[in-house]
Structures are given as structure tokens and as C-alpha cells.
């Protein structure tokens, strides 16, 4: 069985803010803050809603402001590649999500 799903996150204005996509035959997850919107708490609320899963890693440009998100989150770098960062999450099932 197939499926996915598109998300996005609207405040106030009810306008789109940030978005994603994810599906179960896909190891990846795409999110992304509008510019405009960066700063607000936004990504950490999207962020927030997938950090559930049993682990988690990720491949980032290392200066990228995101890379700050990550840290608060728990992960930690595993490999760097030029200005790439493999980063990497395991799930503290002890602590609620």
C-alpha cells in the first residue's frame, strides 16, 4: 500500500508559511520555511512533528541556519563531506515526544 501526504503550516493569516512533503516509499522528508517567515518558531514547529520517529538523519549544508534547529534537537554531526553535514538522531524513548 502507497501512501503520502503534502503539509503545510498556516498562522493568523491563514497564508502558507512552510510546507513538506513525505510518502512511505521515500526515505526522505523535504521541509521548508518561507524566507519571509524564518525566525518566527516556524521551522521548530514543523521540525517538531516528525521528530517522533524511532531515528532520524539528515544531510545539510553546514552553514545553513538550520543547522542551529538541528542542534536544538538532538542531532549530531556524523560525517562532513566538504560543507556537507551528515547528521544524526536516535529517539530518547523516555521522553515524551
Keep these: 500500500m502507497f501512501w503520502g501526504f503534502d503539509f ?5 493569516d491563514m497564508l502558507p508559511k512552510g510546507y513538506g512533503y513525505v510518502d512511505n516509499r521515500t526515505p526522505e522528508l523535504g521541509i521548508a520555511v518561507f524566507p519571509e517567515y524564518r525566525g518566527q518558531g ?19 549544508s ?26 544524526k538522531r536516535k529517539r530518547d524513548y523516555r521522553q515524551p515526544i
Excluded at 503545510?8 to 493568523?12: A, C, D, H, M, T
Excluded at 514543523?46 to 524511532?54: N, R, V
Excluded at 536544538?72 to 551528515?86: A, K, M, P, T
Aim: hydrophobic content about 40%; overall charge positive; glycine content about 8%.
Design 42 to 60: 516556524i521551522g521548530t514547529h514543523l521540525f517538531a512533528s516528525i521528530c517522533g520517529q524511532s531515528s532520524i538523519s539528515l544531510s545539510v
Design 8 to 12: 503545510s503550516l498556516r498562522k493568523g
Design 62 to 87: 553546514a552553514n545553513n541556519p538550520a543547522v542551529k534547529l538541528y542542534d536544538r534537537f538532538g542531532f549530531e554531526v556524523i560525517s562532513r563531506i566538504d560543507e556537507s553535514l551528515l547528521m
